[in-house]
């Protein structure tokens, strides 16, 4: 197991627990997210970890390659698939919107997420992205902060160039900063036309969790 994985399953619980030690930043990064994610609609966040912010959206699904943070995200009702944002079990056009919150700085090929989320979106649909910011005040308290360095040493952070590409490379348009504060930034996009490319995969349970193949 690559060690970015390694960490997120040695201590799930750990990570679980920062946003109940951290509730001030917790409720901060949930009410930057609030004018940008739907109230309405299906929706998605790849990358959901422990469900802390799909359950207060009342997103419904969600994937992650932590078998650790899934199980908690089950626990609150969050319907999870193990699995990767590269390579997406759902058929096109299935989601209302998709939530990425502090996951792209984890992404083995951010391009391919991006152009996933495009296909699985309904004409329409929206991207919502909260990242931390390269170099920016929240990346350098982060660092030095124990259970959060823990995890974010193994993350390569981007800029709000950097992600604007990815939007704009996968064919999303009205790309906008919604919130952007201390180095914290949460951005949207439309798709705007379908996509076509669904990649057949199998699913199997696996302890209670639905794990994604390819073939």
């Known amino acids: 197991m690559i060690p970015v994985r390694r960490v997120f399953e040695d201590y799930a619980n750990d990570y679980d627990r920062w946003f109940d030690e951290h509730h001030d930043v917790y409720e901060a990064q949930l009410r930057m997210l609030h004018r940008a994610v739907p109230r309405h609609g299906l929706g998605l966040e790849v990358g959901v970890g422990s469900g802390r912010f799909a359950v207060p959206f009342g997103i419904r699904c969600g ?48 391009i391919a997420v991006f152009h996933e989320v495009y296909r699985v979106l309904k004409p329409g649909g929206i991207l919502v ?11 350098r308290i982060y660092q030095e902060e124990s259970t959060k360095g823990r995890f974010l040493r193994f993350a390569k952070f981007r800029t709000v160039g950097n992600v604007d ?37 199998s699913i199997v349970i696996s302890d209670g969790l639905p794990v994604v193949y390819f073939f």
Request: net charge negative.
């Open 165 to 201: 590409r990815f939007f704009s490379d996968a064919g999303f348009r009205q790309v906008s900063i919604i919130e952007r504060a201390r180095g914290f930034c949460v951005m949207s996009g439309q798709a705007v036309r379908e996509r076509s490319g669904y990649q057949p995969v």
């Open 63 to 110: 994937i992650d390659p932590s078998r650790g943070l899934a199980q908690i995200a089950k626990v609150r009702g969050i319907e999870v698939v193990l699995g990767e944002g590269e390579h997406l079990p759902y058929r096109e056009a299935s989601f209302d919107y998709v939530l990425m919150m502090t996951v792209i700085c984890f992404l083995d090929d951010a």
């Open 129 to 139: 992205v909260g990242f931390i910011e390269k170099d920016g005040e929240i990346h």
